[in-house]
Structures are given as structure tokens and as C-alpha cells.
């Protein structure tokens, strides 16, 4: 069975180096309809949580919550229910669910009630293509290729829910982590020795800074997820480049968060999401790191 598999890749690769407009054709479409899948996939992830949450919680706490009035929750996954307009429950047909095309053919309204649809959808999933296409173009038609798109349609993801909800979910980022090791044992991108380092320098950086920040102030700083994210990068990059990883992405999370509290009345005691700018700094690592941290020490030395 594997070696039919194996075969089947073998071939389709080919197909794919002989043809390359075909290869990133077939990026695009895959990613688009991805894209459409990561907009569910960004919504209903925190309400799952929640719900699972809040019924062990329940179920933890059962004697003292027995007299309370339930919270009634819907149990919701990522397939069921169906999707629906949130102002007329008019269920999404096929037709109008097709990933960009039917936001443009709408005109970003909804076909029974015309309530606006939220143009971050389409943004979304053109993103998702756009962001599919540089890493098919950065490693060409090969198996890295794979691993990089599935780590950057797990990166949209994580930013988004990360930007509504300041959470990054453990079902996403420990998968990425195990992933990243998993890949390396072969070095496909780094030796397996600097991936499992880098995973636990990552993790146990940001983990440090965070106790110490604790310590000084009796505040939290960052949240855990982000000790796993850059855990992440870790294992998939390796402990070199993790420096320049975190300082751009301090950097931006720095300028970003000034020109809020500046121009937008952003509260210092409001929480800032970490997450998206080590995603975006990540990402960006991954692919031109080693051009960034040459040029970087050029400079300073």
C-alpha cells in the first residue's frame, strides 16, 4: 500500500516538474478551497472549546453547580451544523459557498436576507492562495512543499483565532510541534539534533521570560500558547535562527501595539496577541531566513 502510494507521488511530482504552470494551478484551486475550509475552521474552533470546556467544568464541579441553572451551549463541530446566515439562519448552499467567486457574485450580501457578509472571508481564502503559491514558488514541486502549506494554512488559522480571541489552540500547535520533528528525522529541512533543541529552546525561552516577568511585575505577559508556537518554529527552523525569529517579531508586536495605544485608545492593561507576529515572523523565517541572518550579521559585525 505504501509503495502504491509512493508510486502515485512519484508520478503526479513529475507531472508537476514537466508541467509547472499545472502545478501552480492546481496550488491555487486547492488553496482556495482551503481557504474557504480555514474560514470554519477559524469560527467554530473557539466555540468547541468552549463548549468542551464549559461541560467539564460542569462535570468537574457537579455537587456545587447541581442547583445552578445550566448554560445551555450548542455542541457544535467543524462539520455539523450545517452553515447558515447569522442574521436569517438561511442555510449556505453549495453555489454560494464556492470560495471567493460567490462573495463577488453576492456582492457581499446574503441571497435571502441581504445582510453584509464580512469581506474578511474572501480576504481569507485570496490570502491563503497568495501565501500557497510563494511557498509552491519558493520549494518547487517537491514533498517540502507539502509540509510548508500545511504548516501555513495552520499559521492562518492560529492568527486569526489568536487576533479574535487571543488563543492559540493546543489541537493546532502541538500537532505542528510533533510534525516538525517528525520530518526532520530525514533532515528535510534541518538535522533532527537541531530541530529537537530548537523545540526546546523555543519553548523554554519564552517560558523563562514569562516567570520572569511574573516575578517582577505579578503580571502575565504572554500566554502559553505562545511558548508552544515558537516551540514550533523551533523544531521546523532549529535553534539558529530563532533569535531573528523573535526579534521580528517583537519588532512589529512592539510597533503595532504603540501605534494602537496611540491612535485607537488601546489600554496598556489590554491584551495584545503575540501569536500573529510570531506566525508571520515564523513563516517568514522558514523561507528566507538564512538570507535574513547573513544580512543581519553583515550589518552588525
Request: glycine share 6%; proline share 4%.
Amino acid at each position: 500500500m505504501l509503495d502504491k502510494f509512493y508510486s502515485l507521488f512519484n508520478h503526479i511530482n513529475m507531472l508537476f516538474q514537466e508541467l509547472p504552470t499545472f502545478f501552480y494551478i492546481t496550488v491555487a484551486l486547492i488553496s482556495l478551497a482551503i481557504g474557504s475550509f480555514l474560514n470554519v475552521v477559524i469560527y467554530r474552533t473557539p466555540k468547541m472549546m468552549e463548549y468542551t470546556w464549559y461541560h467539564d467544568c460542569r462535570e468537574f464541579l457537579a455537587d456545587e453547580v447541581a442547583n445552578v441553572k445550566a448554560k445551555r451551549l450548542t455542541k457544535i463541530t467543524l462539520s455539523k451544523p450545517d452553515s447558515t446566515c447569522p442574521n436569517c439562519d438561511h442555510k449556505i448552499r453549495f453555489y454560494e459557498n464556492i470560495p471567493v467567486l460567490s462573495w463577488l457574485l453576492l456582492k457581499g450580501k446574503c441571497s435571502q436576507c441581504t445582510n453584509n457578509i464580512s469581506a474578511r472571508y474572501p480576504i481569507i481564502e485570496l490570502s491563503t492562495m497568495v501565501l500557497s503559491l510563494i511557498v509552491a514558488q519558493h520549494f518547487g514541486a517537491t514533498i517540502s512543499t507539502l509540509w510548508v502549506l500545511l504548516l501555513t494554512w495552520c499559521l492562518i488559522t492560529l492568527t486569526m483565532i489568536d487576533f479574535d480571541h487571543m488563543l492559540l489552540p493546543d489541537q493546532i500547535t502541538l500537532p505542528l510541534l510533533w510534525l516538525g520533528l517528525l520530518i526532520n528525522i530525514n533532515g528535510t529541512f534541518i538535522p533532527l539534533p537541531d530541530a529537537v533543541i530548537g523545540a526546546a529552546v523555543g519553548y523554554m525561552s519564552l517560558f523563562s521570560v514569562f516567570w520572569l516577568f511574573k516575578v517582577i511585575t505579578g503580571k502575565e505577559g504572554m500566554g502559553y500558547g505562545d511558548f508552544k508556537l515558537f516551540a514550533v518554529f523551533g523544531a521546523w527552523i532549529g535553534w539558529q535562527l530563532l533569535p531573528i525569529l523573535i526579534l521580528m517579531a517583537s519588532v512589529v508586536g512592539a510597533i503595532v501595539g504603540i501605534t494602537l495605544m496611540l491612535f485607537k485608545n488601546h489600554q496598556r492593561e489590554q491584551g495584545i496577541p503575540f501569536g500573529p507576529y510570531l506566525a508571520v515572523a515564523g513563516w517568514i523565517t522558514l523561507l528566507w531566513g538564512d538570507g535574513i541572518w547573513s544580512w543581519y550579521l553583515q550589518k552588525i559585525l
